[in-house]
């Protein structure tokens, strides 16, 4: 792989460190791109078995300070798409909108689905469940409560899941953030992931913490 320019810049960084969120954000600022709003991501290493079901960790957070993101919500209903689109909802439909996405037309990154629709929902789980979008009862994507649902989704909600290795990614910001409001987002995914530890998840939970920006290098973060 041919080594750009920016990325010789990297070697100035002290790797081996473990940084506190401030200063390995401030760390990362100077290689951030100048050309578009990097996302500021986290990787937590958690010591848990997924196969597990009480392990199977995941769920929504609502962020401080939001993601910075513009999130595409869509709405699957029959009964409520005009309390959706009041809502703010982007994309909002009932049998048509399921037939759109089981054609692979899916132009959203969140999905919302009132109670009646789920059992239609069967049709598009598999082209849904791979992307993550696939509504869930637990996360709240199930609900008869349009409207603060989407205004959730808008207003910066996360959603976070351990991964086979048990390691979560997260976006939790834009790097135009003031860096104590990025602080304030990382601390809210750390303190959220520690009251869901799992009973039966004993000795060392947290393993490791790292940051990086999105084309950035990463640093590890003193989990203590």
Same mark, same amino acid.
């Given at each position: 792989?041919?080594? /750009? !320019?920016?990325? !010789?810049?990297?070697?100035? &960084? @002290? /790797?081996?460190?473990?940084? #506190? *969120?401030a200063d390995a954000i401030e760390a990362l600022r100077p290689y951030s791109s100048k050309k578009f709003d990097e996302t500021l991501e986290i990787a937590v290493w958690l010591s848990v078995d997924v196969t597990k079901a009480d392990q199977n960790i995941r769920g929504m957070l609502s962020l401080p300070n939001g993601t910075g993101k513009k999130v595409r919500v869509a709405v699957f209903t029959n009964?409520?798409?005009?309390?959706?689109?009041?809502?703010?909802? @982007? $994309?909002?439909?009932? @049998?048509? +909108?399921?037939?759109?996405?089981?054609?692979?037309?899916?132009? *959203? @990154?969140?999905?919302?689905?009132?109670?009646?629709?789920?059992? !239609?929902?069967?049709?598009?789980?598999? $082209? &849904?469940?791979?992307?993550?979008?696939?509504?869930?009862?637990? +996360?709240?994507? $199930?609900?008869?409560? $349009?409207?603060?649902?989407?205004? =959730?989704?808008?207003?910066?909600?996360?959603?976070?899941?351990?991964?086979?290795?048990?390691?979560?990614?997260?976006?939790?910001?834009?790097?135009? *953030?003031? =860096?104590? !409001? +990025?602080?304030?987002?990382?601390?809210? &995914?750390?303190?959220? &992931?520690?009251?869901?530890?799992?009973? #039966?998840?004993?000795?060392?939970?947290?393993?490791?913490?790292?940051? #990086? =920006? =999105?084309?950035?290098?990463? +640093?590890?973060?003193?989990?203590?």
């Amino acid at each position: 792989m041919k080594i /750009t !320019k920016r990325r !010789k810049t990297w070697a100035e &960084l @002290d /790797t081996a460190k473990a940084y #506190s *969120f401030a200063d390995a954000i401030e760390a990362l600022r100077p290689y951030s791109s100048k050309k578009f709003d990097e996302t500021l991501e986290i990787a937590v290493w958690l010591s848990v078995d997924v196969t597990k079901a009480d392990q199977n960790i995941r769920g929504m957070l609502s962020l401080p300070n939001g993601t910075g993101k513009k999130v595409r919500v869509a709405v699957f209903t029959n009964d409520k798409q005009d309390e959706a689109k009041k809502a703010g909802a @982007d $994309v909002v439909g009932g @049998d048509d +909108l399921i037939e759109k996405v089981a054609a692979g037309n899916i132009d *959203f @990154d969140r999905v919302i689905a009132t109670p009646e629709m789920m059992p !239609k929902m069967s049709k598009v789980a598999r $082209v &849904l469940g791979p992307k993550g979008l696939m509504p869930n009862p637990k +996360l709240g994507t $199930v609900t008869n409560d $349009v409207a603060n649902a989407v205004a =959730t989704a808008k207003a910066g909600q996360i959603e976070y899941r351990a991964e086979k290795n048990g390691i979560i990614h997260a976006g939790i910001g834009k790097m135009s *953030f003031a =860096t104590e !409001k +990025l602080v304030e987002n990382a601390n809210a &995914l750390v303190e959220q &992931l520690k009251k869901v530890k799992p009973a #039966s998840c004993k000795g060392q939970y947290i393993l490791g913490i790292a940051v #990086s =920006t =999105t084309q950035g290098p990463g +640093l590890h973060i003193d989990a203590k």
